[in-house]
């Protein structure tokens, strides 16, 4: 079988994350990035590469640590805000746009090489892959915190899916939250590679809260409402607020939904 186009899927695919304004939802992932530079411990002086970052959120931490921090996402409003944001608490970080799939970077760039629900999107996972491995020094660390098929990431992907299908042949983000698939991706050029389940919690001010923040801003949501019939919506809305309700461990009306991740690093040979 053929490989997909995975040149149009990664166009159509960037247009859905510039939708919304991630941005918002990003604060949900700082955690996951506190947690992930806390295990990889980059330090002063070192090199530092934010995989699909974002407005930032992975940079931002590392940088604090008086890193050289570069953090490269395809969106250029997500890279825009993300600059913003730097400039507002008076870091320094070199951001660009590009494409996890082709970095714009020499091999053997960086020291650490972070990515919180980053690469994993990436629709080419195995030349993504190579292009984590190729841009980090022998003996660097590859940081990753991302999504696996249980849990509520797992039933958030399925509530999407039922509505707006994956482009046909390409895996799902889900395969770096496994051991066999990050064997597979990141095994051959890696001499270690250790993941460990964790849980982070998501704040909103109810479920239905949590709906309304993703359905606003998350572009993944917003672009499968603008895909389907009108009369699917409600349905979509529904699922998605009793996904939030399945993991919602808050007893007082509002919403602290339990999202549990992987958190891998990897040592490269
Ligand atoms: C769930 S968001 C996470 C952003 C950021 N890492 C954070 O934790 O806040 C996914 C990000 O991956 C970016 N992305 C997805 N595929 C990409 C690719 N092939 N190259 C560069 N960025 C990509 C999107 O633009 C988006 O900013």
Same mark, same amino acid.
Do not use: K, M
């Given at each position: 079988m053929s490989d997909p186009d995975y040149v149009s899927v990664t166009e159509r695919q960037k247009e859905?994350?510039?939708?919304?304004? =991630?941005?918002?939802?990003?604060r949900q992932n700082v955690v996951m990035a506190e947690a992930l530079c806390e295990a990889v411990d980059p330090h002063a002086g070192q090199r530092v590469l934010d995989v699909a970052c974002g407005s930032g959120t992975a940079a931002?931490?590392?940088?604090?640590?008086? %890193?050289?921090?570069?953090?490269?996402?395809?969106?250029?409003e997500l890279i825009e805000r993300a600059e913003t944001r730097a400039r507002a608490n008076g870091q320094s970080i070199d951001f660009c746009v590009g494409d996890a799939q082709d970095m714009p970077f020499p091999d053997d760039s960086f020291d650490v090489i972070l990515s919180v629900y980053g690469v994993q999107f990436a629709p080419d996972q195995a030349r993504a892959a190579r292009e984590l491995i190729r841009v980090c020094k022998p003996g660097g660390t590859i940081g990753l915190a991302g999504p696996i098929p249980e849990g509520w990431s797992g039933?958030? =992907?399925?509530?999407? &899916?039922? %509505?707006?299908?994956?482009p046909p042949?390409?895996?799902?983000?889900?395969?770096?939250?496994?051991d066999e698939g990050l064997t597979e991706l990141l095994g051959t050029g890696t001499r270690s590679m250790e993941s460990e389940r964790r849980t982070a919690l998501q704040y909103y001010r109810s479920t239905a809260h949590a709906v309304d923040v993703f359905s606003t801003y998350f572009g993944p949501t917003v672009r499968a409402?603008?895909?389907?019939?009108?009369?699917?919506?409600?349905?979509?809305?529904?699922?998605?607020?009793?996904v939030m309700r399945r993991?919602?461990? &808050?007893?007082?009306?509002?919403?602290?939904?339990?999202?549990?991740y992987l958190q891998t690093i990897a040592i490269k040979a």
């Open positions: 859905t994350w510039a939708t919304g304004d =991630f941005n918002e939802i990003a931002l931490v590392a940088e604090r640590r008086y %890193c050289e921090v570069t953090g490269l996402d395809y969106v250029p039933d958030w =992907f399925a509530a999407h &899916a039922r %509505c707006v299908p994956p042949g390409v895996r799902s983000p889900l395969r770096w939250g496994t409402l603008e895909t389907i019939e009108p009369s699917d919506q409600e349905n979509l809305l529904d699922d998605l607020e009793a993991y919602n461990r &808050a007893t007082d009306g509002t919403a602290i939904v339990e999202n549990d």
